[in-house]
């Protein structure tokens, strides 16, 4: 674990973290925060998550070179290919490790939340690859955005529960998330989705995602004789693929690490999930983070093309990088999001996601050199947006 | 230890405790006054004003969509703070404020402490405070404002927890009756009546208040036969929806609790 990065005990990374949760949580949150470091260590779970990521997610994800996309940005580029993985994203390295986890618990039934659907996805997956009940928490208007991820929870035998309070988005499911596992204290492990919630998640979930940098490491050493890229860029929702792809450079501080949030319409358009400039420190969801809230401390609803960075907060460790200097944060708008995923798609043959499209559009604000190495995490792949890049390039023709 | 209405309360009565929660702001954002007004009239002992928050995910739907609406209607920590103004003129039973954290710390947590001492709150239910980061941070403003913090346990929360959390309180154990949201009903059962009896045989100092699916008179009868008294919620917000004046809700939904003369605990 890093040593300057890394989680204290309390669960804090500087003044960010912690576990601000009701008494009617504490017994499960302390459950796992007594074990998990234990259970995550143990040779045997090692051993069966490793075969699992190996020969049923695809691990490990190729460190593609990446050579029109250099030429055009006159430096070196690899992708990481996280989306190849099964189900198309980072989010099974994370969904896989908890389930083992919920079974090492004596679990039998698990929730999620889910926004974009992918998440959700990852878990029911998972869960029917164990076995357990699954029961998937998602925005009643996300349903509606997300119709084929629901379609695909339902066949891998999931319940899907359209969550119709506040603004009915992530944020709601996640609350929901929560009320359920208050009321269902003894026999369920909530599978959250990102490096955010209540210590010990953010830690957690950033070990499981952290075999992202492990191979990143490894891949260079072989392509490039050196373990250390320049740049790590990658996008930032909740954080969890970030925080995979930042975990085994967080303490080498030659390597530049670039988060990327979405601007939405415009940092200052109100209309943006760009956390790390709107937020203030609060609490959000068991974790003092920063987050975006009104002067109130009421939270706000945040914008992004991309469901899947549409999130008030930012985890505990990116509010930490951000405050102490170590991430570089940039804030990329939707219109240069999908101008990037098109030009992905037209340089590479590669259709990304419209999170990892704000990784790409990042490439020429970092000003990388020639000489420099920059690995980009490719988080997900595009198929699940297709409907909204569509819809989008539709509506800008007409509008040309 | 704070001497306040709070402390004052538990000294002089020991039993059949009636404590009222409404959120304030709801059903109008005027009613927050008035309702206090009508609730000591009617028979409280002691009331918890929630504070509306955008996420409340300890409480159920009731509340819930109660926080919306107060949200809706204008309210926040100022409003309700200005609105509290003058009320020690009005009313003499304990105001608890409760609410979640974060508004609390926007507000400025020390500034808040001093500005809800000065109007004439009690005491707190900050539910997602840890009593960690109570004991080293919080402690010390809320003793210095003569403010009391109030604690949740539940059937799930261990002996040890339960005398720690004793230890840290000088007003009552808020003891939530089962693993739930707010507002969820709650059949009795054994494993809930094993609960009731291991807290009652710990002998804690502090005075114990049921809450979460007290309902109606035979839940708080019941559940006074077990504790000092019963917090009534959702039930409360749900009688406020009446067609009648707001006065007249309260004043029925309470006469409809108290009519007789309850059972000595
Ligand atoms: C492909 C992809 N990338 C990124 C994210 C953002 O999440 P995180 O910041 O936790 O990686 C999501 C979330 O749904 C996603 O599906």
Redesign the interface.
């Known amino acids: 674990m890093s040593k300057n990065y890394g989680v204290s005990e309390?669960g804090y990374y500087g003044q960010f973290g912690?576990?601000?949760?009701?008494?009617?949580l504490?017994?499960n949150v302390e459950e796992l925060r007594e074990k998990y470091v234990q259970i995550i260590e143990e040779p045997e779970f090692q051993e069966e998550l490793h075969l699992l990521l190996r020969d049923y997610v695809g691990r490990p994800t190729p460190l593609y070179h990446a050579k029109r996309l250099s030429e055009r940005y006159n430096t070196k580029i690899y992708l990481k290919r996280e989306d190849l993985n099964h189900t198309g994203a980072h989010k099974i390295n994370n969904t896989v490790g908890q389930i083992l986890m919920a079974k090492r618990l004596g679990k039998k039934r698990i929730i999620a939340e889910t926004g974009a659907g992918q998440h959700g996805v990852a878990t029911a997956t998972v869960c029917a690859l164990a076995g357990l009940e699954c029961i998937v928490y998602m925005g009643k208007i996300d349903t509606e955005r997300q119709k084929p991820n629901v379609e695909k929870m339902k066949l891998l035998g999931a319940t899907v529960v359209p969550v119709t309070?506040?603004s009915q988005t992530l944020?709601?499911a996640t609350?929901e998330a929560?009320?359920d596992w208050?009321?269902?204290?003894?026999d369920t492990h909530y599978i959250i989705g990102s490096v955010v919630g209540p210590h010990p998640y953010p830690d957690m979930v950033a070990r499981f995602q952290a075999i992202i940098s492990e191979e990143i490491r490894n891949q260079l050493l072989e392509k490039e004789g050196r373990e250390l890229p320049d740049y790590v860029v990658a996008c930032v929702g909740g954080g969890s693929n970030a925080a995979g792809a930042f975990y085994h450079f967080l303490d080498e501080e030659s390597v530049k690490l670039v988060a990327v949030e979405a601007a939405g319409l415009g940092v200052d358009s109100g209309h943006s999930a760009a956390t790390s400039v709107l937020g203030?420190?609060?609490?959000?969801?068991?974790s003092k983070t920063l987050l975006m809230?009104t002067?109130?401390?009421?939270?706000?609803e945040p914008y992004s093309i991309s469901a899947g960075l549409d999130y008030p907060g930012v985890g505990p460790l990116h509010a930490h990088l951000a405050q102490s200097g170590r991430a570089q944060f940039i804030a990329i708008t939707d219109a240069d999001a999908m101008e990037a995923l098109r030009e992905l798609s037209r340089l590479e043959g590669i259709i990304p996601a419209i999170e990892s499209s704000h990784a790409l559009a990042a490439l020429k604000e970092i000003n990388a050199g020639p000489e420099d190495v920059v690995v980009l995490n490719l988080s997900g792949r595009g198929d699940k947006d297709l409907n909204t890049i569509l819809t989008y390039f539709e509506q800008q023709d007409a509008q040309q | 230890m704070p001497n306040n209405r709070l402390t004052q309360l538990f000294r002089e009565k020991t039993g059949n405790l009636l404590n009222v929660y409404f959120t304030a702001g709801y059903p109008k954002l005027e009613d927050t006054v008035t309702i206090l007004e009508e609730l000591e009239a009617s028979g409280a002992d002691l009331v918890e004003i929630g504070m509306p928050f955008s996420d409340p995910l300890a409480d159920g739907p009731t509340i819930q969509a109660s926080n919306m609406v107060a949200l809706d209607n204008g309210m926040s920590l100022k409003v309700l703070l200005k609105q509290l103004e003058g009320v020690r003129e009005k009313v003499t039973l304990p105001i608890i404020l409760m609410g979640y954290l974060n508004p609390v710390m926007q507000y400025g947590f020390e500034r808040f402490c001093e500005d809800a001492a000065r109007v004439g709150v009690d005491g707190l239910i900050l539910p997602d405070l840890p009593f960690a980061e109570y004991e080293e941070e919080y402690k010390p403003i809320l003793e210095k404002h003569g403010l009391s913090l109030i604690f949740l346990i539940t059937p799930q929360t261990s002996d040890t927890r339960i005398r720690q959390i004793d230890n840290l309180t000088n007003s009552f154990i808020y003891m939530v009756s089962s693993a739930s949201t707010t507002g969820s009903q709650v059949q009795t059962n054994d494993a809930q009546q094993a609960y009731f009896s291991r807290v009652r045989n710990l002998g804690l100092k502090n005075p114990l208040l049921i809450g979460f699916g007290i309902s109606d008179k035979n839940s708080f009868e019941l559940a006074c036969q077990t504790a000092h008294g019963a917090i009534i919620g959702s039930a409360f917000i749900k009688a406020l929806q009446n067609a009648a004046e707001v006065r007249e809700n309260v004043r029925s939904f309470l006469k409809s609790i108290k009519s007789e003369p309850t059972v000595q605990a």
């Open positions: 309390r912690g576990a601000f949760i009701p008494e009617m504490y017994p309070s506040g944020k709601d609350n929560i009320r208050i009321n269902n204290p003894v203030k420190t609060g609490i959000i969801h068991g809230q002067e109130d401390g009421q939270i706000t």
